[in-house]
T-cell receptor, first 107, second 113 residues
């Protein structure tokens, strides 16, 4: 799996878009980009994944740069319940989880 | 209601004792995984199984054992050889292959008495 780099923490105002960056400059051509989140003391929750194209589902959007060396997870209207640790993973299963980004949504 | 069930939610182990953590899934997934999480850290892979009666070691398999006798079940035994077993243990499953998302259970928190 490719190494990923994420900021350790971020804040976002409630109702605003949360944009979480991830660098994966060593990603190989067949490796996917996955995003998960983990709310305190719960199991990680799958959010979204993609290979080359941008993806959107009911939870979030995933923007992958054309060279695939970085990506951004967008939560369009953050709520207090989105406060969690967000993990970006570049690879294939079994997935390798780093320390992620702790997102705090502030009222 | 489909999903992954881990039990118990909390477990205590005495010194020298083996304990077994249960993981059951009714998603008809071929692959199952066990991870360990220590406070403030990411998840580390203990064992995984891509098919019944077969499993592979992950990054930190020492002191742990698994079995995969049924598709829906993947129990993890924490043996007395695991000297620092206190952690949050997470089970996951996926359809199979190496390009499909993993889905997680709620976890078991193991503590040593």
């Amino acid at each position: 799996d490719a190494k990923t780099t994420q900021p350790p923490s971020m804040d976002c105002a409630e109702g605003r878009a949360a944009n979480l960056p991830c660098n994966h400059s060593t990603i190989s051509g067949n490796e996917y980009v996955y995003w998960y989140r983990q709310i305190h003391s719960q199991g990680p929750q799958y959010i979204i994944h993609g290979l080359k194209n941008n993806e959107t589902n009911e939870m979030a959007s995933l923007i992958i740069t054309e060279d695939r060396k970085s990506s951004t997870l967008i939560l369009p209207h953050a709520t207090l319940r989105d406060t969690a640790v967000y993990y970006c993973i570049a690879g294939n299963t079994p997935l390798v989880f780093g320390k992620g980004t702790r997102l705090s949504v502030i009222a | 209601d489909g999903g992954i069930t881990q039990s118990p939610k909390y477990l205590f182990r005495k010194e020298g004792q083996n304990v077994t953590l249960s993981c059951e899934q009714n998603l008809n997934h071929d692959a199952m995984y066990w991870y360990r999480q220590d406070p403030g850290q990411g998840l580390r892979l203990i064992y995984y199984s891509q098919i019944v009666n077969d499993f592979q070691k992950g990054d930190i398999a020492e002191g742990y054992s698994v079995s995969r006798e049924k598709k829906e079940s993947f129990p993890l035994t924490v043996t007395s050889a695991q000297k620092n077993p206190t952690a949050f243990y997470l089970c996951a499953s996926s359809i199979g292959g190496n390009k499909n998302s993993q889905y997680f259970g709620a976890g078991t928190r193991l503590s040593v008495l």
